[in-house]
């Protein structure tokens, strides 16, 4: 079974633009969660989508945002891009919504830089 | 490869030694709690977890231990490979249906000596 892909695995934008980022979770996972990692913050949890519904979100700006379609393929959007959202954002998937002892499947990222 | 963990705490070991990685958490109404590991250039993955009713959990070569008197988590690796040099990131997790919330550590790197 394929994992969780993510595209592109690195992009380059400048400030003020958006970006959109996908994943496709794996076969049958109907959950999707989307993660930043820096080197300063860390991992931080931005949120997660369940049958094309955001179910849970973290404590990010309005300028980060994200659906699900019908196929449980997820996109996430960042308009306005600041230097400080250059990172690495990761997509999980698993198979149901938030539930404990249930692991979630990382991919491998997509590598912004805002310049 | 990649690294995402420029100021991270580091552990460097020996091949064959046991390593011990731990991680303070913060909130104690936190009922899950999980280890990943992350290579240069990929994602998180899963090592093992442990609920707040348990206070160790084993795995394959792997062992979790939850002190929650002190709220303090720890992973211990036995007999330690070259292959678990990684950044270990353990995470929090609180329950409340689907308003759950997922904390992560800032991780520490682990580099095995051959």
């Known amino acids: 079974k394929a994992g969780v892909t993510q595209t592109p695995r690195y992009l380059i934008k400048t400030r003020g633009q958006q970006v959109t980022l996908s994943c496709s979770p794996i076969?049958?996972?109907?959950?999707v969660s989307w993660y930043q990692q820096t080197p300063g913050q860390g991992l931080q949890f931005l949120f997660e989508?369940?049958?094309?519904?955001?179910?849970n979100k973290g404590n990010f700006p309005g300028r980060f945002s994200g659906r699900q379609f019908s196929n449980s393929r997820s996109e996430m959007n960042v308009s306005t891009l600041e230097l400080g959202d250059s990172a690495l954002y990761l997509c999980a998937s698993k198979l149901l919504e938030s539930r404990m002892g249930e692991t979630q499947y990382f991919g491998p990222g997509t590598r912004l830089l805002v310049l | 490869g990649e690294s995402v963990g420029l100021h991270l705490p580091t552990l460097s070991v020996q091949e064959g030694d046991n390593s011990i990685i731990n991680c303070a958490y913060s909130n104690s109404a936190s009922d899950y709690f999980i280890w990943y590991k992350q290579e240069s250039g990929k994602g998180p993955q899963f090592i093992i977890d442990i609920r707040s009713n348990m206070d160790k959990r084993q795995g394959q070569r792997v062992t979790v231990l939850l002190n929650k008197t002190v709220k303090h988590l720890s992973l211990q690796i036995a007999a330690t490979q070259p292959g678990d040099s990684a950044v270990y990131f353990c995470?929090?997790?609180?329950?409340?249906?689907?308003?759950?919330?997922?904390?992560f550590g800032k991780g520490t790197l682990l580099t095995v000596n051959p």
């Open positions: 076969s049958g996972h109907r959950s």
């Open positions: 995470a929090e997790k609180r329950s409340g249906g689907s308003n759950y919330k997922l904390t």
């Open positions: 989508y369940f049958s094309e519904t955001q179910r």
